[in-house]
């Protein structure tokens, strides 16, 4: 998380109006209330752009301060692989403990990698938490824009098995079996802080607002103004106009893609997901975007239907009921049955 992303996102995060209707019920129109943003560039080394409805710029930045923004800050520290803090036993100090001893964590990291377990089940292994060995290699090369040897990553893929994952609930620890083993959790760990916060800010009793970190998007309740839902619009990966805008509520809207991180070595282009099967970045599509209720399970969602041929991928969705849109390699757009719904 330490290495800046792209500031371009893969989602074009736009606000419009939709569907006229002044007089929806349940929202308290005692106190008008008003729309304000905020804007942060300290969480997952990212763009996060919150836009909500309060009563007063005083509420606004206690919920976007003191509960969105504090709630992505710890959690981004917790699930930092790069960096380790005074006091604090994360990502990092777990990798650095392999093959040493367990490492006491918060919960939350407890939780993430339980949800990362059944990932790894759920897409067939293709969302590897334990594929760190793997994808260190990639990003050293990706960093001199060269191409890694296959038998280092065969001998790397040897150590990224996930059955050697300890976590141990009763006594909040987690332990690498193998001293060469190391977690990456960037398959998970941004949607899962996404959704904590989202949670944890509306028990506070913020409701309307919609969260993008880093083009990944979580909305809440419609707008309490001339609007029935957000709108998000979705990146082109060849630029121009957006493929298609998304209208929902108390949802969130996720993406993987392949023209974010990528480097060109002998004109051809690499990217930065990696196929846990062939060890490449993988090369069926050029987007996939998920529509699903759960910010984490979209980012696991968006990633795994990434991996897949469209064929499986559509299935895969469509079976948990997710909504997906997507672009191949040649340009074509497929989505699924309940695209749009």
């Not at 028990?203 to 607002?209: E, H, L, Q, V, Y």
Request: charged share 20%; net charge negative.
């Amino acid at each position: 998380m330490k290495r800046l992303k792209c500031m371009s996102v893969l989602l074009v995060w736009v606000m419009m109006v939709a569907c006229s209707n002044p007089d929806y019920p349940g929202i308290d129109r005692t106190n008008e209330y008003q729309r304000f943003t905020e804007m942060y560039f300290d969480v997952f080394d990212t763009i996060t752009i919150l836009v909500g409805y309060a009563k007063s710029q005083e509420e606004f930045d206690y919920f976007s301060n003191e509960i969105i923004k504090e709630e992505l800050h710890r959690l981004h520290q917790l699930f930092d692989r790069f960096t380790e803090y005074e006091g604090i036993n994360n990502i990092y100090t777990i990798n650095n403990y392999a093959g040493i001893a367990p490492v006491e964590v918060d919960p939350a990291i407890i939780e993430m990698l339980l949800l990362a377990v059944e990932a790894y089940e759920i897409s067939g292994g293709l969302v590897n938490v334990a594929i760190g060995p793997v994808t260190d290699i990639w990003r050293d090369a990706m960093t001199s824009k060269t191409v890694p040897n296959m038998e280092d990553l065969l001998l790397a893929k040897e150590n990224s098995n996930i059955n050697h994952l300890i976590i141990n609930e009763e006594m909040s620890t987690v332990f690498l079996q193998h001293e060469a083993m190391s977690l990456d959790v960037g398959s998970i760990a941004k949607g899962f802080a996404v959704e904590l916060a989202t949670q944890k800010a509306i028990t506070a009793g913020f409701d309307s607002f919609s969260l993008s970190v880093g083009g990944d998007v979580r909305v809440g309740e419609r707008p309490p103004s001339n609007q029935d839902a957000w709108s998000i619009g979705i990146a082109n990966p060849e630029g121009g106009d957006v493929l298609d805008v998304v209208l929902t509520t108390n949802m969130s809207v996720f993406s993987s893609g392949d023209y974010l991180r990528y480097v060109e070595v002998d004109g051809q282009r690499f990217h930065h997901i990696i196929d846990p099967r062939t060890l490449m970045p993988t090369a069926h599509h050029r987007s996939m975007t998920v529509v699903y209720p759960d910010g984490a399970m979209a980012d696991i969602f968006s990633l795994a239907a990434f991996i897949m041929d469209s064929r499986d991928a559509k299935e895969f969705l469509e079976s948990f009921g997710a909504q997906g849109l997507w672009m191949e390699q040649d340009g074509t757009i497929g989505f699924t049955y309940n695209w749009g719904e």
